[in-house]
């Protein structure tokens, strides 16, 4: 079985994957998000824009390996007729929250799938996932408690579905698991483009 590797430093992908049957191989891809969005100018779509990013980050990684599937991901939210990534700082995060709470955004989730064989990449598939998740407006001071613990400054949309962020979310319509920043649905559905079966990737232990 070939390597199964995440180009993602996000400790939740890593989570789902593993919970998923998955131990994958992990390597960070060092992809400038915001100068790669910059780039794609004002005519990309919202959905090109996270799968234009999501195979940056695969790509980066590909020649580490001989033998290889590279998943790549990348998260944002869409709200507003604006496109969200990480916020970065508690001021930025407050204004998102501001903006979306008791709203509804959609979770655009790009996914990239790059086989590798013999060190070189003989196929790609690619393609967007998209969750539309339903604000509820915290207190102003659960938000504060929330901005202070950290967790919405380095996550898409200044939120999370699987930890504390969960408590301001009341529904999603969609896949959970997208939200929290790999769609398994759409992963097993990109794997089989690529030629592998959830029967292929499970056969093998992607960490030896």
Excluded at 23 to 46: M, Q
Excluded at 94 to 118: F, K, P, Y
Excluded at 121 to 139: G, I, L, N, R
Aim: a negative charge.
């Amino acid at each position: 079985m070939s390597r199964f590797v995440l180009a993602s430093a996000s400790p939740a992908r890593l989570g789902v994957l593993r919970t998923a049957g998955i131990e994958p191989v992990v390597r960070v891809s060092g992809v400038d998000e915001d100068a790669l969005t910059a780039s794609l100018g004002d005519s990309a779509s919202p959905e090109d824009v996270v799968v234009a990013l999501a195979q940056a980050k695969a790509e980066a990684v590909t020649s580490e390996f001989d033998d290889a599937v590279v998943v790549g991901c990348d998260s944002m939210l869409w709200i507003g007729g604006e496109l969200h990534g990480k916020p970065h700082t508690v001021d930025v995060a407050r204004d998102r929250w501001a903006e979306m709470a008791g709203r509804s955004g959609d979770l655009l989730t790009g996914h990239a799938v790059l086989r590798v064989v013999a060190g070189a990449v003989v196929s790609v598939a690619a393609a967007c996932s998209s969750t539309t998740v339903h604000f509820s407006k915290p207190s102003a001071a659960d938000l504060e408690a929330y901005l202070a613990s950290g967790e919405p400054l380095e996550v898409a949309g200044a939120f999370t579905l699987d930890g504390l962020g969960g408590w301001f979310v009341d529904r999603i319509d969609g896949d959970p698991s997208s939200v929290i920043g790999i769609g398994l649905p759409l992963v097993r559905r990109l794997l089989n483009e690529v030629g592998l079966s959830m029967a292929d990737v499970w056969s093998g232990s992607a960490g030896q």
